[in-house]
């Protein structure tokens, strides 16, 4: 993390000095938060962010864009992978559920159906695949986002509210090796920003 | 505020001429004023109509409160179930809302997956719809044998008896299959609902608020990483959910057709049961939504156009009921049997005969007049139709499992069924739940899918032509992220 205006009591002997800092907070700059008016600008910045060679930087929008991974360079996510094991988690667990309960553990002769019969078995086995890929599809994308994470120092942001709302932001993450306070705060307002905001922790 | 002039306008946006699109949001809204108009209903102070509304649900559902503990202290007794109709109003209840419960999914799952953009004004509050309806319809099997302590007989539980359910049997996959679907239906809700609980944390003034929907909107922050794994989630909860809604009602089903009673023994009830729980629902959704617009504000976002397409899926639903109906008596006469025979007899002419033309009446005629556009353009004649297919319905169960069940083979064990004061009062009391649930829902939480609606908008679009000098590639359509993107290593800056 880079740090700015940060002093520690080691820097100084002066007890002047040193009165005066212990009381300040540590504040370290997080990044810089850049806000954007229409699909069109933000869609620019974001590729004019990937093509300075950011790493550590992302977009926020009130609602998914139509081109944004393209122009930020996204992969695409392995959570249809982790789906897909689910799923067959919730057919394996239904079919040895079944033999298990109704074939092995207790046998129960009813109505002379036979005690393992595999179309029987077809809806819960269909049921349990759904059930289980559904619950792996929520936890996996929560989990690959790193959701939740209820404190978040944009949060501390008075402007950055909007982007729940109308407005879209470029943030830079200031633990980007590319990352320059003045240059990258250029950059995005050569880029069509209307503001570029510090954020702080 | 928003720049839009207060009001709720109707404006007609129901032309099918090609050559025009119609807007799905009307009188040139905004992203901000979308939120507005939304997160307002949310925010404002709680009005007098919500209140009393509020006050009926809630005295209904106490009906509801009274009447099971009654059930439980007494018996079932207290019903006019009997043998052989021991299923009664509990399984019609049952029945009835599980069927209602299909349009919030096949709204969010199935018109998703279809590109139906319109559906982004009305899935929030019809997958709430959905969740409501399937609490309502769980209550009535947990309460059926009148031994709420015994539910767990339900579940695959080691207990002390040593005993394992029966997988056999479809009132089994019936547990699996409802209990899927509420699961499933309560994360697509919550998971569509994520961002725009972060809209109403990030407007909110209070403490108490801003820590409520700080918590449910899990730290979201409108990250476009975040958007690319939730689109995906999205995309496969509605892969999942759309096989899932075609399979409830068909294994709600199965527990009749598996029977061999006169009556429910055919092939063609879960295509049957599909349709009419899509038919019952989205006029629930209708019944729901007209009333909704109109006192809420939102006839830019509920527009006409997507009051008139509900009436259309309505109408095509209905008339695959009316079709199925139409089978099932020429099957009866024209398979020769003679119980089926006498089944269908006695469902025209026998002593509930009059609950069979309701049902044809509501089901089968009263859906007519939305072949007329005029008609589907009518709010009034929407709502009221949609009544109308509600009790429908509800009669189409009663039919089915009353008029069947007590008169199968054997005339010495036929018996008719008569609802008791404590039936009736229960069936009133489930609306009391239901309504409370979604007064408490419309109250708090967003009603409108706000993320969903911007995201369908005109200017949520890019214009490629802009992008030429500056991002060149990402608009081709074989661009691949990954050849370009490659993560260089820190490089001590």
């Known amino acids: 993390m880079s740090t700015v205006a940060t002093h520690t009591i080691e820097d100084t002997e002066d ?11 540590k ?4 990044g810089l938060v850049a806000e954007y008016e229409s699909v069109d600008d933000i869609l620019k910045a974001a590729g004019a962010v990937r093509r300075a060679g950011f790493l550590r930087w992302d977009v926020h929008s009130p609602f998914p864009i139509h ?13 249809p992978w982790l789906v897909l094991v689910g799923g067959l988690t919730g057919t394996a667990t239904a079919i040895w559920m079944q033999w298990y309960c109704n074939a092995y553990d207790y046998k129960f002769l009813i109505s002379g159906k036979p005690v393992w019969s595999f179309p029987a078995n077809i809806p819960i086995i269909f049921e349990l695949t759904v059930l289980f890929s559904a619950l792996t ?15 978040n120092p944009l949060f501390k942001s008075e402007r950055f509210r909007r982007a729940t709302s109308d407005r879209f932001f470029v943030v830079i993450d200031a633990s980007d090796p590319k990352f320059n306070e003045e240059q990258t705060t250029q950059l995005l307002l050569s880029a069509g920003a209307t503001a570029v905001e510090r954020v702080e922790d | 505020m928003s720049q839009i002039a207060a009001g709720n306008i109707e404006i007609d946006n129901t032309s099918d001429d090609p050559r025009e699109r119609q807007p799905l949001v009307l009188r040139g809204r905004d992203f901000t004023s979308v939120t507005n108009a939304v997160s307002d209903i949310a925010e404002r102070k709680t009005t007098m109509a919500w209140k009393v509304a509020f006050a009926v649900a809630v005295s209904f559902l106490g009906i509801l409160g009274a009447c099971i503990g009654y059930l439980f202290t007494t018996g079932v007794g207290v019903w006019g179930n009997n043998q052989p109709v021991s299923w009664g109003f509990p399984i019609v209840n049952f029945v009835f809302w599980v069927g209602i419960g299909h349009a919030g999914t096949l709204i969010s799952a199935i018109l998703f997956l279809f590109r139906q953009n319109w559906r982004t004004g009305i899935n929030r509050f019809a997958e709430a719809m959905t969740i409501f309806a399937v609490i309502c319809a769980a209550t009535f099997p947990g309460i059926h044998v009148g031994r709420p302590w015994l539910a767990y007989w339900l579940f695959p539980i080691p207990n002390q008896m040593d005993m394992w359910p029966q997988f056999r049997s479809p009132l089994l996959w019936d547990v699996f299959a409802v ?3 509420a699961t499933v239906s309560v994360l697509f809700w919550y998971v569509g609902m ?4 972060a809209t109403l944390r990030d407007r909110a003034t209070g403490k108490i608020k801003q820590i409520m929907y700080g918590i449910f909107s899990v730290g979201w922050t409108g990250s476009c990483r975040h958007w690319h794994r939730y689109e995906k989630a999205y995309l496969l909860l509605a892969a999942l959910a759309t096989p899932l809604v075609l399979s409830v009602h068909s294994v709600v089903s199965f527990d009749f057709a598996t029977a061999q009673i006169p009556g429910w023994h055919t092939t063609i009830f879960p295509p049957y049961f599909v349709a009419g729980a899509i038919y019952g629902g989205f006029a629930m959704v209708l019944n729901l939504a007209i009333p909704a617009r109109e006192f809420f504000g939102l006839k830019d976002i509920i527009s006409r156009r997507h009051i008139e397409n509900c009436a259309k899926i309505m109408l095509a639903t209905g008339m695959i009921v009316a079709y199925s109906y139409s089978t099932e008596f020429f099957t009866a006469w024209y398979s020769g049997n003679l119980f089926e025979r006498f089944g269908f007899y006695n469902r025209a002419f026998g002593w509930y005969a009059w609950s069979t033309y309701i049902m044809l009446f509501c089901n089968a005629i009263a859906p007519l007049i939305l072949w007329s556009k005029k008609a589907r353009t009518n709010m ?3 709502f009221i139709v949609a009544l109308f297919a509600n009790v429908g319905m509800w009669f189409e169960r ?8 007590s008169r199968d083979f054997l005339p010495s064990s036929w018996w008719l069924f008569k609802p008791t004061i404590i039936d009736l009062a229960t069936l009133a009391g489930s609306f009391g739940l239901f309504f409370t649930l979604f007064l408490l829902f419309c109250r708090y939480l967003p009603v409108v899918a706000m993320a969903e609606v911007k995201s369908i908008m005109p200017s949520a679009h890019a214009h490629p032509e802009q992008h030429d000098e500056l991002s060149g590639d990402e608009f081709r359509t074989d661009y691949r992220p990954d050849e370009h993107f490659r993560p260089k290593e820190k490089d001590g800056h």
Request: hydrophobic share 50%.
């Open chain 1, 137 to 151: 599809t929520v936890f996996g994308m929560l989990g690959l986002n790193k959701l939740p994470q209820l404190y």
């Open chain 2, 194 to 197: 994520i961002p725009d609980l």
């Open chain 2, 380 to 382: 009034l004649i929407v």
């Open chain 2, 179 to 181: 209990g899927t679907y």
């Open chain 1, 27 to 30: 504040v370290e700059l997080v």
């Open chain 1, 15 to 25: 007890p002047e000095l040193l009165g005066r800092v212990v009381t300040e907070e």
């Open chain 1, 67 to 79: 081109g944004i991974d393209y122009a930020m360079g996204i992969r695409p996510t392995i959570l």
């Open chain 2, 398 to 405: 009663f039919v089915i499992i009353i008029t069947s069940l």
